[in-house]
């Protein structure tokens, strides 16, 4: 398993990811609050969207639990030095 693709968003607050995950519980499109919300916003705009990467491409917090998740999974908030993000794994 050389790479993953994964989505994600990324906020400023603990709190503010939360609040994205009960949303999301609740049926809320994952690219949709990517769009809207993360303040990321080259990948915001496709969606949460990172494509494919390998190890050793992203910090290591993100890199940890990227990798842990299973296809189609979505992590708790991951903290690194830009904030909260949550993680979905596509493939």
């Not at 049926?27 to 705009?45: P, R």
């Not at 991951?78 to 904030?83: N, P, S």
Request: charged share 30%; proline share 2%.
């Amino acid at each position: 398993m050389d790479k993953i693709k994964c989505t994600h968003i990324l906020v400023e607050k603990q709190s503010q990811a939360l609040a994205i995950l009960e949303r999301l519980k609740n049926g809320e499109k994952f690219a949709e609050l990517a769009k809207t919300l993360s303040l990321d916003t080259g990948s915001g705009k496709r969606g949460g969207d990172l494509g494919y990467f390998g190890r050793g491409r992203m910090v290591k917090p993100f890199e940890a639990a990227a990798f842990k998740l299973a296809v189609g999974q979505t992590s708790e908030p991951v903290k690194t030095e830009f904030g909260y993000h949550i993680i979905k794994r596509l493939a």
